[in-house]
Protein backbone atom coordinates (compact mmCIF):
# COMPACT_ATOMS: atom_id res chain seq x y z
CA UNK A 1 0.00 0.00 0.00
CA UNK A 2 1.11 3.24 -1.00
CA UNK A 3 1.66 6.37 1.41
CA UNK A 4 0.28 9.18 1.43
CA UNK A 5 2.16 12.52 2.02
CA UNK A 6 1.81 14.72 4.15
CA UNK A 7 1.59 18.65 3.43
CA UNK A 8 2.02 21.05 5.44
CA UNK A 9 0.07 24.45 4.59
CA UNK A 10 3.15 26.59 3.15
CA UNK A 11 3.18 23.46 0.37
CA UNK A 12 -0.42 23.43 -0.13
CA UNK A 13 -0.66 27.59 -0.42
CA UNK A 14 2.55 27.56 -2.48
CA UNK A 15 0.69 24.62 -5.49
CA UNK A 16 -2.81 26.89 -5.07
CA UNK A 17 -0.78 30.01 -5.64
CA UNK A 18 0.48 29.23 -9.07
CA UNK A 19 -0.81 29.76 -12.37
CA UNK A 20 0.81 26.20 -14.01
CA UNK A 21 -1.77 24.43 -15.99
CA UNK A 22 -2.49 21.09 -15.04
CA UNK A 23 -1.97 18.35 -17.20
CA UNK A 24 -3.13 14.59 -17.16
CA UNK A 25 -0.05 11.99 -17.14
CA UNK A 26 1.44 10.91 -20.35
CA UNK A 27 -0.59 8.47 -21.85
CA UNK A 28 -3.80 9.14 -19.73
CA UNK A 29 -5.85 10.60 -22.41
CA UNK A 30 -5.02 7.88 -24.57
CA UNK A 31 -5.68 5.15 -22.20
CA UNK A 32 -9.23 6.53 -21.08
CA UNK A 33 -10.05 6.90 -25.13
CA UNK A 34 -8.76 3.15 -25.77
CA UNK A 35 -11.01 2.30 -22.55
CA UNK A 36 -14.19 3.91 -24.10
CA UNK A 37 -13.75 2.64 -27.43
CA UNK A 38 -13.71 -0.96 -25.91
CA UNK A 39 -16.58 -0.44 -23.78
CA UNK A 40 -18.17 0.82 -27.34
CA UNK A 41 -17.02 -2.20 -29.11
CA UNK A 42 -17.80 -5.11 -26.37
CA UNK A 43 -21.62 -3.20 -26.55
CA UNK A 44 -21.77 -3.04 -29.82
CA UNK A 45 -20.97 -6.48 -30.26
CA UNK A 46 -23.06 -7.94 -27.75
CA UNK A 47 -26.31 -5.91 -28.66
CA UNK A 48 -26.62 -4.67 -24.89
CA UNK A 49 -28.88 -1.64 -24.27
CA UNK A 50 -27.11 1.06 -22.36
CA UNK A 51 -27.65 1.17 -18.51
CA UNK A 52 -29.84 4.03 -17.99
CA UNK A 53 -33.24 3.47 -20.72
CA UNK A 54 -35.43 6.32 -21.71
CA UNK A 55 -38.72 6.23 -18.87
CA UNK A 56 -41.07 5.75 -21.61
CA UNK A 57 -43.84 4.54 -19.14
CA UNK A 58 -43.48 7.92 -18.09
CA UNK A 59 -43.61 10.18 -21.14
CA UNK A 60 -45.71 8.17 -23.65
CA UNK A 61 -49.43 8.25 -21.14
CA UNK A 62 -48.46 12.26 -20.71
CA UNK A 63 -47.99 11.94 -24.24
CA UNK A 64 -50.98 10.61 -25.28
CA UNK A 65 -52.78 12.71 -23.11
CA UNK A 66 -51.41 15.95 -24.81
CA UNK A 67 -52.43 14.53 -28.18
CA UNK A 68 -55.58 13.90 -27.42
CA UNK A 69 -56.88 16.59 -25.08
CA UNK A 70 -56.32 18.89 -28.75
CA UNK A 71 -58.50 16.32 -30.56
CA UNK A 72 -61.00 16.09 -27.87
CA UNK A 73 -61.38 19.96 -27.81
CA UNK A 74 -61.75 19.72 -31.56
CA UNK A 75 -64.36 17.45 -31.28
CA UNK A 76 -65.93 19.44 -28.58
CA UNK A 77 -65.85 22.63 -30.96
CA UNK A 78 -67.28 21.12 -33.95
CA UNK A 79 -70.62 19.36 -31.88
CA UNK A 80 -73.79 20.32 -33.32
CA UNK A 81 -76.77 22.36 -30.86
CA UNK A 82 -77.21 19.18 -29.59
CA UNK A 83 -73.90 19.96 -27.43
CA UNK A 84 -75.60 23.07 -26.17
CA UNK A 85 -78.38 21.51 -24.45
CA UNK A 86 -75.86 18.78 -23.16
CA UNK A 87 -73.80 21.62 -21.85
CA UNK A 88 -76.48 23.20 -19.95
CA UNK A 89 -77.21 19.53 -18.19
CA UNK A 90 -74.01 19.45 -17.52
CA UNK A 91 -74.07 22.91 -15.78
CA UNK A 92 -77.08 21.80 -13.80
CA UNK A 93 -75.37 18.87 -12.40
CA UNK A 94 -72.76 20.87 -11.35
CA UNK A 95 -75.18 23.14 -10.04
CA UNK A 96 -77.27 20.47 -8.15
CA UNK A 97 -73.90 19.46 -6.69
CA UNK A 98 -72.56 22.87 -5.35
CA UNK A 99 -76.03 23.21 -4.20
CA UNK A 100 -75.58 19.53 -2.00
CA UNK A 101 -72.58 20.53 -0.82
CA UNK A 102 -73.19 23.80 0.09
CA UNK A 103 -76.62 22.31 2.30
CA UNK A 104 -73.82 19.55 3.83
CA UNK A 105 -71.73 22.69 5.01
CA UNK A 106 -74.36 24.61 5.71
CA UNK A 107 -75.51 21.47 8.64
CA UNK A 108 -71.92 21.20 9.53
CA UNK A 109 -72.06 25.10 10.47
CA UNK A 110 -74.78 24.83 12.48
CA UNK A 111 -72.41 23.63 15.33
CA UNK A 112 -70.30 27.09 15.02
CA UNK A 113 -71.39 30.35 16.96
CA UNK A 114 -73.83 32.54 14.57
CA UNK A 115 -71.06 34.74 13.60
CA UNK A 116 -69.10 31.97 12.25
CA UNK A 117 -71.47 30.80 10.75
CA UNK A 118 -72.33 33.92 8.50
CA UNK A 119 -68.96 34.09 7.78
CA UNK A 120 -68.93 30.24 6.59
CA UNK A 121 -71.90 30.31 4.38
CA UNK A 122 -70.31 33.35 2.68
CA UNK A 123 -67.45 31.68 1.91
CA UNK A 124 -68.98 29.01 0.99
CA UNK A 125 -71.42 30.98 -1.79
CA UNK A 126 -68.42 32.74 -2.86
CA UNK A 127 -66.35 29.36 -3.32
CA UNK A 128 -69.30 27.86 -5.70
CA UNK A 129 -69.62 31.10 -7.55
CA UNK A 130 -66.03 31.05 -8.35
CA UNK A 131 -65.93 27.78 -9.55
CA UNK A 132 -63.75 26.19 -6.22
CA UNK A 133 -65.73 22.86 -7.76
CA UNK A 134 -62.97 23.11 -11.27
CA UNK A 135 -60.22 24.02 -8.80
CA UNK A 136 -60.73 20.87 -6.52
CA UNK A 137 -60.99 18.62 -9.19
CA UNK A 138 -58.14 20.18 -11.17
CA UNK A 139 -55.97 19.74 -7.53
CA UNK A 140 -57.00 15.77 -7.28
CA UNK A 141 -56.15 15.42 -11.12
CA UNK A 142 -52.88 16.68 -10.42
CA UNK A 143 -52.25 15.31 -7.09
CA UNK A 144 -53.26 11.60 -9.00
CA UNK A 145 -51.03 11.85 -11.94
CA UNK A 146 -47.86 13.09 -9.56
CA UNK A 147 -48.54 9.66 -7.63
CA UNK A 148 -49.01 7.33 -10.32
CA UNK A 149 -45.66 8.87 -12.03
CA UNK A 150 -43.73 8.35 -9.42
CA UNK A 151 -44.78 4.81 -8.52
CA UNK A 152 -42.45 1.98 -8.39
Known amino acids: MRERSHW????????LSTDE??????????SV?????????????????PSISFPWHIFLP??????ALPCFMLVLAL????SASMQV?????????????AERYADLMTHLP?????VGVEVA???VQMGAGWVLFALVLSWASVQWSVRA
Not at 62 to 67: N, T, Y
Open 8 to 15: NDAEVDRV
Open 21 to 30: EVRPSEGFAA
Open 33 to 49: LRAVEREAALRASLAVE
Open 62 to 67: GMAFCL
Open 79 to 82: RDSA
Open 89 to 101: QIQIHWVQVSTML
Open 114 to 118: EDLQQ
Open 125 to 127: HHA
